[in-house]
């Protein structure tokens, strides 16, 4: 099975290159699988309905979140009714929405790493338990969306669900990580995967307001850059008979 996960998708900017690269790329890799983090796509903060079901009609067969999850207040209210959606699987019990999904004979998690983020319940225990609760059931092939910020924290998880995990794939950060590798027992493990936003930017956002954000420490509004489009994106050949990884390589292209 060949798993594309493409990282955080920011704004206008990075749903057209998904809209524009993902089919091309689908097809030229044959891919089995695609995994999109939609996160930030709704003006570079959340996620909406209408969005995650443009990702949908790209080829994302799932959208992850993170931490933004719910910066659209509407997306608490719709969530439920998108099967092929994601929020955090340790968020609190009573947020709407679920943090799995079984989609093209893959299990999909999202998880949301507790190292420099929100205090949220324990990503490691809660997916022990979901595998303890799925059992004989849970396919073979899964791949954890670990949306968290510290690279010790994402290692961690990766040597956590070594030969349990087909692949630990990060998100976050917007920054891609040259780690990219299979662990000993056949889990693919790579810190960050980037995102899909403007090349010319602060991870995807104007720099013009960052840099007034850093120089003067007052509140700004954040607006998604302009101009070409940086893709990042994963490749995971995953072995369906054992649900080991056999390789993990970064697919990063560049949209005008």
């Not at 079901?53 to 931490?67: I, Q, Y």
């Amino acid at each position: 099975m060949k798993v594309l996960f493409v990282g955080d998708v920011v704004g206008r900017p990075g749903r057209r290159a998904v809209a524009a690269l993902l089919p091309v790329l689908k097809t030229e890799h044959a891919l089995d699988l695609v995994i999109v983090n939609g996160e930030n796509a709704a003006g570079g903060a959340g996620l909406t309905a209408e969005i995650a079901k443009e990702l949908r009609s790209s080829g994302a067969d799932v959208v992850t979140n993170g931490n933004h999850v719910w910066d659209q207040r509407s997306f608490k209210d719709e969530i439920d009714g998108l099967d092929f959606a994601l929020r955090p699987l340790n968020l609190p019990p009573n947020n709407p929405g679920r943090g799995w999904c079984v989609s093209r004979g893959a299990l999909v998690v999202n998880a949301l790493g507790r190292v420099f983020m929100a205090n949220m319940d324990d990503p490691f225990r809660m997916i022990d338990e979901l595998l303890a609760e799925l059992g004989e059931t849970a396919p073979r092939v899964r791949i954890l969306d670990w949306h968290a910020e510290a690279t010790s924290e994402k290692l961690a998880m990766g040597w956590h669900l070594d030969g349990r995990f087909s692949a630990v794939v990060g998100s976050h950060t917007h920054v891609p990580t040259a780690d990219a590798r299979v662990l000993p027992h056949g889990t693919a493990l790579v810190c960050d995967t980037g995102m899909v936003g403007p090349r010319d930017s602060i991870l995807g956002m104007d720099t013009a307001t960052i840099l007034q954000r850093f120089r003067t420490g007052m509140p700004q509004r954040f607006d998604v850059a302009g101009g070409p489009v940086v893709f990042n994106s994963v490749l995971v050949d995953v072995d369906e008979a054992t649900g080991r990884a056999r390789s993990i390589v970064r697919v990063d292209r560049e949209f005008a």
